[in-house]
């Protein structure tokens, strides 16, 4: 399966952003889906996950209460609504697709180029 990111940007502190990630190649709602971000110096991290059809979903501590993710199985993307931000969201942020059940970032094994967010004070 082949994955898009799309949406990023520059945007102000306490603002928002709504990134997108589109797929082909495979059956979309085979996948679990996650965003992951990775900063300058830092390894990447897990944003969140959301399951095959959207009946759970994961988000780091970081951005709980401030982003959320979606996904639409009839147009095989997911979305990554991000509110409230803050300048330590800046990074760079990848969209993945995983079949198994184990949500932590290796099993993520299809990946996007990812897109970048800067978050400005």
């Known amino acids: 399966v082949q994955l898009q990111a799309s949406g990023g940007g520059l945007v102000q502190a306490g603002g928002s952003l709504r990134l997108s990630c589109a797929t082909s190649?495979?059956?979309?709602?085979?996948?679990?889906m996650g965003w992951f971000r990775q900063a300058p110096g830092k390894e990447r991290e897990l944003v969140g996950v959301i399951s095959r059809f959207a009946g759970s979903t994961y988000y780091a501590d970081s951005v709980k209460g401030r982003f959320t993710i979606s996904r639409d199985n009839a147009k095989n993307t997911v979305f990554l609504q991000m509110n409230s931000l803050k300048p330590e969201d800046t990074a760079v942020y990848y969209c993945?697709?995983?079949?198994?059940?184990?949500?932590?970032?290796?099993?993520?094994?299809?990946w996007g180029q990812g897109t970048q967010v800067t978050v400005s004070s």
């Open positions: 993945a697709a995983s079949r198994s059940y184990d949500w932590t970032t290796s099993a993520f094994n299809y």
């Open positions: 190649g495979g059956t979309f709602s085979q996948y679990h």
